[in-house]
């Protein structure tokens, strides 16, 4: 059986972490003996259109085939206009340029189903190309595709739901994250959940916290509280904050470990400033070294608004680490709460200090709530407990029999 994922979220030179879950996914799906191909619609800005004022300026990128992993990636430009300017040229220039390369591949050998990562618009656009060959499509919906761009624009919401009707087969990764697309519209066949799955071999427990945390240029000593993610409001970012202020005077020993980037990015390396050794702001890491950054931590905190597969915090609980998490996206399905850490409500400050002083407090619990963390990801999310379901949704799809790949 031969799939082409189609996925605008994949890991480049200027976006490491961009889709690592896809990348994940698809090199899972490769050892599992099927014939993938990758399509990466890449979005190119025109400076000399006169726009530039309207939106990010950006370099022109050209088609090209790199590795990625040991997996062949055909990055395919389209042009990318600002909202302003209108979503259906967009629409068009990506449909082009994923035709005619889709249709490249089918000239090759026949292509048997299409597989769209995100619903709006690459997961739209897919839908339509697969009509107009004759193969089913599949279409992943990994969070804001469904919980947030639908509802800041009357377009994008009428497209996505236009989506969500006409694919073949919808996927989340989150049974809450079904719900909502089920919300939205009525699709044509229930809703599908694949978890994305979880490196155990990498996120995993290290021991000598105390020397990796050396090796990483933090502090050797102290207990160490971690966020993951992006640096921006949305994020909780300002709740956590706000909450580790509330705690420091009584717990001298703590520290903030914050990775990622994001528009709230440098208001947070100057409270970190002023407050010095206290606040440790790192910025983005390479997805094959967060295993050792979430290990130099005691505690891993998820403040997040909105969310949807949240793969920081499953791979945190690979680590061993108890979590404390708002409850949206996956949380609610983790069996979180007083097994392996707080499910706490998203942008309050006051239950997330009360619930970090419980942990800080107890290491016992603390070691407890970690060694039920690590349990629950191997038992429900290594790649044997969840991508098994995807060759299951393509053959039903196909109607290529067992073991026909």
Known sequence: MRVLIVSDMFPRGDNPLSGVFVLDQVKALLRNGLDITVICPTPRFIAHLGLVGNFKRGTALKSNRRHISGVEVASIPYLNLPLSVGIQLTIASMYLALLGSIKREFDKRRVDIIHAHRVFPTGYVSMLISRKLGVPCAISAHGSDVHTHPFNNTKIGMLTRRTIEGADQLIAVSYSLALQIEGLRRP???????????????????????ALRRSLGLPEQGLAICYAGRISQEKGILELVSAFDSLRASNPDVWLLLIGDGPLRREIQNYGAIRQNRVFCVGPVLHDDM???????????????????????????????????????????????????????????????????????????????????RNIITSKYEPANTLSRLPQIYRRLTSHPLGDF
């Open 291 to 373: 295993a050792k950054w979430l290990n130099a931590a005691d505690i891993f905190v998820m403040s997040s608004h909105k969310e949807g597969a949240s793969m920081v915090v499953l791979e945190a609980m690979a680590c061993g680490l108890p979590i404390i998490a708002t409850s949206v996206g996956i949380v609610p399905e983790l069996e979180i709460e007083n097994s392996c850490g707080f499910v706490i409500p998203a942008n309050q400050a006051a239950p997330l200090t009360a619930a970090l002083e419980q942990l800080i407090q107890n290491e016992e619990l603390r070691l407890r709530m970690g060694f039920s963390a």
């Open 188 to 210: 044509k066949n229930p809703v599908l959940v694949v978890h994305n799955e979880i490196d155990t071999t990498l996120f995993k427990p290290i021991p000598e916290r105390a």
